[in-house]
């Protein structure tokens, strides 16, 4: 009983049944609909052909009085499916015809019985339901009065066959309907059941949890696919949340012990030029807090998709020359030599500010990892058309990333270098993935010299989705 009331509340079911409803009364008005309208075209074929008899025997009668008349009525009655006939005296009684008795009162009218009336055949007399007829009742000139009528017996079989065809066929489909109700309704009840129980999970805490998707592509599906969208977002977010409150715990932690120390030693030194020294290496170390700040909050923005209402139509191959042109001094000064190979007039739908911040950081990544490495010696930048999309893509030639370790280096405060002998705050990649994820497109990490066993270098390429 309780499941049969959980049915009854799903939306669903109650639009199921709301529908049958109204298909049963628009089936039951369609019965009795066409049963009326048969019983009354019948009824008229039946005065129509009566009134034909009617005027035959009039003519009959006109023509040769009663000799001929009888004998017309003698023959008419003699046939198969013939019609009542009586000829009844000025009082009613009957004096001849295919007919015993008819009910009292009905040879007193004149023209169209108003009423359906009863009669008994001569082989019948004595049946407890007599058949039912209409006739039309006309006088002679000599006041003997003629009855012609016609049976109803075939129009009423017809009417209740017409009648049983419907109420049959109704059923046939009420049962149907009510079997597939019962049928849908209930997968509806056990997806609603597995939703329900995957959302309890979700609530618990356990956000790997999703709605199940059975691929039918019905409405249940399309809406466990959004939600299983948006429950990957808050759990990617959520999983950045707790990353980021891990990393600043510890990563932080170094930056703020050397500020104290150094602010302890500044206050212990008496010498002036050393606590300056200890006060600058305080600004350089609050400066670097700032910019590890700056960059969370730059990610944390572009996750959340505020910048989205600033995007436009942006010259993509213009901000890679300008960014390239910007960084080739810094190139010079590490000893790199700094390449492009810019496709021209590109354009793509983004933010300016942001597309210029990512390239600046795989920039200046490749630079930073580039310096001090044997080998190869150049950084080269390319933009060019794929048939998957806009290739920016930014190549060093440094100890390059292991293919194992390329997912880890997407990750907030994630450096290779445990020792954190190189600077930085392990943010660049974060936010540069978190840029493409905004724009629609993809970031990709492969080899920039894959047949070397060391130093193979790392390319890494911001695909644009084509518009």
């Given amino acids: 009983m309780n ?15 709301l529908y049958i409803l109204l298909f049963a009364i628009c089936a039951a008005v369609l019965v009795f609909y066409v049963t009326a309208m048969s019983e009354r075209l019948l009824t008229s074929q039946i005065h129509e052909a009566v009134q034909q008899e009617v005027d035959q025997v009039q003519r009959a009668y006109d023509a040769g009085g009663m000799n001929l008349l009888l004998r017309t009525m003698e023959r008419r009655a003699r046939q198969p499916g ?33 009423m359906p009336f009863r009669y008994q055949r001569y082989s019948e007399s004595g049946r407890d339901n007599p058949h039912m007829a209409v006739a039309n009742i006309f006088v ?17 079989a017809f009417r209740v066959l017409v009648r049983q065809a419907l109420m049959i066929a109704l059923a046939i489909m009420g049962l149907g309907a009510v079997i597939i109700w019962f049928a849908i309704g209930r997968n509806a009840l056990k997806r609603i059941d ?51 409150s891990d990393n600043i715990a510890h990563d932080l932690k170094t ?7 150094k602010a302890a030693d500044a206050i212990d030194t008496p010498d002036a030029e050393t606590r300056r020294v200890a006060l600058e290496g305080i600004i350089s170390e609050s400066d670097q807090l700032i910019r590890t700040f700056n960059a969370l909050l730059m990610i944390s923005r572009v996750e959340a998709g505020s910048v989205a209402a600033e995007m436009s139509m942006v010259d993509l191959s213009a901000i890679v020359a300008d960014s390239a042109e910007l960084y080739e001094p810094v190139a010079e000064e590490a000893s790199l030599e ?11 739908q983004g933010n300016r500010e942001l597309i210029g911040q990512a390239i600046f950081n795989l920039i200046d990544n490749a630079i930073k990892y580039s310096s001090g490495t044997e080998g190869g010696k150049g950084i080269s ?24 370790r390329r997912e880890d280096v997407l990750k907030r405060f994630y450096r290779l270098d445990e020792s954190r002998s190189k600077p930085g705050t392990g943010l660049g990649l974060s936010l540069v993935e978190a840029v493409m994820e905004l724009h629609g497109g993809r970031l990709e990490l492969s080899d920039s010299e894959p047949e070397k066993t060391e130093n193979r270098g790392l390319t890494v390429s911001m695909v644009f989705p084509v518009k």
């Fill in 140 to 156: 002679l000139d000599n006041g003997l009065r003629l009855l012609i009528g016609r049976d109803l017996g075939e129009p009423e």
């Fill in 255 to 261: 930056p703020l012990t050397r500020l104290r120390n």
């Fill in 194 to 244: 597995r939703m329900s129980a995957a959302s309890k999970k979700i609530m618990a805490g356990d956000l790997s949890q999703r709605l199940p998707v059975v691929g039918s592509g019905d409405e249940f599906d399309r809406l466990s696919a959004s939600l299983n969208a948006m429950l990957g977002r808050i759990e990617k977010l959520n999983e950045g949340l707790r990353q980021v």
């Fill in 3 to 17: 499941r049969f009331w959980l049915l009854w509340k799903s939306t669903a079911v109650r639009l199921s049944a």
């Fill in 338 to 348: 700094l390449s492009s190979a810019i496709e021209p007039s590109i354009e793509v």
């Fill in 82 to 114: 013939a019609n009542l006939y009586i000829i009844a005296g000025p009082s009613g009684d009957i004096l001849a015809g295919n007919v015993a008795s008819v009910q009292p009162g009905v040879l007193e009218e004149e023209g169209w019985t108003s």
């Fill in 381 to 404: 930048i390319g933009l060019a058309r794929r048939p998957d999309g806009i290739c920016l893509s930014v190549a060093d030639h440094g100890p390059g990333i292991p293919a194992e």
